[in-house]
């Protein structure tokens, strides 16, 4: 797929991921396309599965959720449908708002974002800890930001 793409393509993607908000205008103006182009063009990354959507991100901090927390769980077993039951029960979860399976020791890797310590423990008591698959949960907790993006690297996709 990513040899459909060319350099407007790219540029269309990079400008996109860093202000969704661009009208199209504004767009077509940055990558030097007029505008129904450009329109067909993103339309068409649209297709392609290369733009799954747009969206506002929210400053936590001013929000007040000031916890984040990098928990890994071991499942007790790996029987029957346990993998798909506790995904299925972590898609519900508001707190959780990234879950991945992961290699190791452990088999998933949960980012989870609280007000605070005491909504974290709330947290892991209440839900986490009472799915009767969870085996065990090692948590981590952010104390500096040091970098956050939702910018992909282009460049590393050709």
């Known amino acids: 797929m990513l040899d459909k793409l060319n350099d407007i393509d790219r540029k269309i993607l990079d400008a996109l991921q ?42 936590a901090e001013k929000l007040g959720l000031h916890i984040i927390t990098f928990a890994n769980v071991k499942l007790a077993h790996h029987k029957d449908n346990s993998l798909e039951e506790f995904e299925k029960l972590i898609e519900v979860y508001p707190e959780v708002v990234e879950c ?12 989870i974002i609280t007000t605070d310590m005491t909504a974290y423990e709330n947290f ?26 939702t910018i992909l690297p282009l460049k590393l996709s050709k």
């Open 18 to 59: 860093r202000d969704a908000s661009l009208t199209n205008t504004e767009l077509a103006d940055k990558v030097g396309l007029s505008t129904a182009p450009c329109w067909r063009r993103v339309k068409r990354l649209e297709e392609l599965g290369l733009i799954d959507g747009r969206v506002a991100i929210l400053n």
């Open 124 to 149: 892991l008591r209440q839900k986490l800890l009472k799915m009767e698959m969870v085996n065990e949960v090692h948590s981590r907790f952010a104390v500096t930001k040091v970098k956050n993006t």
């Open 100 to 111: 991945y399976t992961i290699s190791g020791s452990m088999d998933y890797m949960l980012k």
